[in-house]
Structure formats: C-alpha cells, structure tokens
C-alpha cells in the first residue's frame, strides 16, 4: 500500500494545497516564516513542473491580531470586516514571500454560490487554470467578507476540497498543525498513535475525528475528514500532515510516508457529477424501496417514480436532491425532474402514469443517471 501512496505523488502533476490558519498565525500575527517557507516550498515543487493551487485560511485570525481582538467576533458584520482586513495581510505576505522567486500571485476569494451555479463553476476553473497556464500561483479563500452564513463553505477544507474537484486535481494536501489523523487527541492523550493509511472513510473514522477540535480556524478534524470522503469518493487521494514540519512538500513528494494518506476509490466520478455530489447544496430528500436501490446502485439505472416511497422537503424542478434506502442510509444525490409536490403525487406510480396524474410529462425519471451520483 505504501509503494501505491509513492505513486500517486509521483503521478500527481495538478497539485492543490490546503494550509490551515493554526499553521499561517502565531502569538502577534501572520507567522511570516511559515508563510516564507511554503511559499518557497510551492516555488520547488512548480520548478519541478507540477501546478499548484493553495487554499489559505488566516484571514480572519490575522484580521483579529491586527484590530487587536482576543476573540472571534460574534456579530457577523464585524467577522467579515476582520477577515478583510486580514486578506490584504495575507495576500501581501504570499505576494512578497513568492516574489522572492521571481512567481506570482492571484487572489481569488469565492462564496459557494460561486461555484453552485455551474456557468459561475465553469468560469472559475477557465480563470484558475489560465493563471496555471501563465505559472501564476491561485491563493484561494472563502469570500468571507460578503458570505452569507447559510451559504458559506463552511470552513477551508470543504473549500479545498471543491476546488479538488473544481480542477480535477491528482491530490490535495492538507497542512494542519498535527501530523494526521490519530486514534485519539494527540494534543491530551500522551500515548495517541497516528493512523497512517485511511483505506476506507467508515462512520469509526468520523467518530475518531470528530473528538479531535481544531485550535484555530473553522475546521477541526472532523472537516478534514469530510473533506477526505469527498475528493477520495471523486478518485483523488489526500493527505493531512504537518504544516510546521521542515520541507514536508519535498518529503511527501520523495516518498517519505508522513502524515495519513487517504486512499482514493478506484472509479474516477465525471467532473460534472462530482460537482453534483460534493458542491451543491441538498434541497430535500427521497426515500427509495429496495427494488429501486438495487437497481441505482448495482445496474446504474436511473430513479424511476415507482421506487419512491416518501419526499421530504420543499424543492422545485432542477433541485440536488439525497435519496435514501428505508433504512434511512444516504446513497446518492442527483438532480431532479420534478418539484417536490409533484413527486409526492406520483411516487410509487409506473412513468407511463405520471401524465394522467399531472397533467403533463417531462420525463419518466425522477432523476436521470446522468445527472445522478452514488455517495454512499
Ligand atoms: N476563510 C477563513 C480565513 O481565512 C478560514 C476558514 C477555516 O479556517 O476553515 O480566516
């Protein structure tokens, strides 16, 4: 298994990095050295021909030491004031750190409404793979000084995890301040061990993370993990190491087996239904009987009205919609054909009965396989 993890960093030509705020801030401020030392450790491994994207947090705890503020904010204008004061910071910081080897910089600041709409989606994978193309180096970070909390990100690691998909990445490297994923709190638990290989994202390993809290940014453990499920159910591998470590890039790329290697699953999703799966935001839900599961899951057949047996939520045509077995276990998600109130009227009717009943007929599936994907 580990000569299988030396291969995908060997292979790995489009690169993105994650770098979390505990690793970019110190006691006064921005942590300029570390700032320095990934720059510089970004600028080798593009030497080498690989593309680099980073998502950088730090905005918002570099915001908080410059106004002078213990705590985060509470109140959302003062939140996103502080994190667009920290911005400038930040990109001032990469702008000088990478100017020192002779690259350049973009700042490109996204909310997730960027990137649910999929002309919006599609324009900012033209606009980041044309700053690849010219070797300038992309710094993303959530638009946090106008996102809307319900449509938020949420924290780094999601954000890193879309642009994965976004750019149809090789890997995506998350650099924390911890070496990886351990069986318990490394921080209070002296004889915690790192787990170095996550062959499978089973509820065990939620649980494991979901004890381990961040110290700083948004995320903790558990958002790294959740970042894992996505990219790794998409075909792309990811790590969590330790952003402090000298050199790590260099010793992840040269094989050395630091940090937790997240294997990828064998089949790569379409771009478009990893953007389905892992970008939109579910609207409802439906629940499935076993007939139709099987079919979806084994067959790769489209959900048909007969196989739904309830809808849960209030959703209009085009919607992201999870469906469910009767045990209430997610199998996918997919865009549907009907309103929710249409479908409640015609589950678990035959498709020849949907235009008797509606009036009309837009299509025999629910959700058509194409635009459907198993997450599982
Ligand atoms: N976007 C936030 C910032 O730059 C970080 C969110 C996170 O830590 O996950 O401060």
């Given at each position: 298994m580990q000569s299988n993890r030396t291969k995908h960093f060997k292979r790995a030509k489009r690169v993105v990095i994650k770098v979390g705020s505990s690793v970019l801030t110190a006691k006064t401020g921005l942590n300029i050295q570390a700032i320095q030392s990934i720059s510089r450790q970004i600028c080798a491994l593009m030497d080498s021909g690989r593309e680099v994207v980073l998502v950088s947090s730090g905005a918002i705890a570099s915001g908080m030491k410059k106004i002078g503020l213990a705590k985060k904010p509470k109140e959302i204008p003062k939140r996103q004031a502080v994190a667009a004061v920290g911005q400038a910071g930040l990109m001032l910081e990469y702008e000088i750190a990478f100017g020192a080897f002779q690259k350049q910089v973009a700042q490109v600041l996204l909310t997730r409404d960027d990137l649910c709409d999929r002309k919006r989606y599609l324009n900012a994978r033209n606009t980041i793979r044309t700053l690849l193309s010219w070797k300038v180096v992309p710094i993303i970070n959530e638009?946090?000084?106008?996102?809307i909390e319900e449509l938020k990100f949420g924290d780094n690691d999601n954000l890193a995890a879309m642009i994965t998909l976004l750019m149809g990445a090789d890997i995506l490297i998350n650099l924390t301040d911890i070496e990886g994923l351990y069986n318990k709190d490394p921080r209070t638990n002296s004889d915690a061990e790192l787990?170095?290989?996550?062959?499978t994202i089973s509820r065990g390993v939620e649980r494991l993370a979901s004890d381990i809290p961040g110290t700083l940014g948004t995320g903790g453990m558990l958002s790294k993990i959740r970042a894992a499920k996505k990219v790794t159910k998409a075909g792309i591998p990811m790590v969590i190491a330790k952003g402090e470590k000298e050199n790590i890039l260099g010793a992840l790329f040269s094989g050395e087996p630091l940090g937790t290697f997240f294997v990828p699953e064998k089949n790569k999703l379409p771009s478009r239904k990893g953007w389905i799966a892992f970008t939109l935001k579910p609207q409802g839900k439906l629940l499935i009987d076993a007939g139709a599961a099987l079919a979806i899951v084994n067959n790769g057949k489209s959900l048909l009205?007969?196989?739904?047996t309830d809808v849960r939520g209030d959703f209009s045509v085009g919607a992201c919609v999870e469906f469910l077995d009767s045990n209430e276990t997610k199998l996918g998600i997919g865009l549907v054909n009907y309103s929710a109130a249409d479908i409640k009227k015609i589950?678990?009717?035959?498709?020849?009965e949907i235009e008797s009943r509606l009036?009309?007929?837009?299509?025999?599936?629910?959700?058509h396989r194409d635009n459907l994907a198993l997450t599982g």
């Open positions: 638009n946090d000084t106008v996102a787990i170095p290989l996550v062959d009205p007969i196989g739904i589950k678990g009717l035959k498709s020849s009036g009309y007929k837009a299509y025999d599936e629910v959700i």
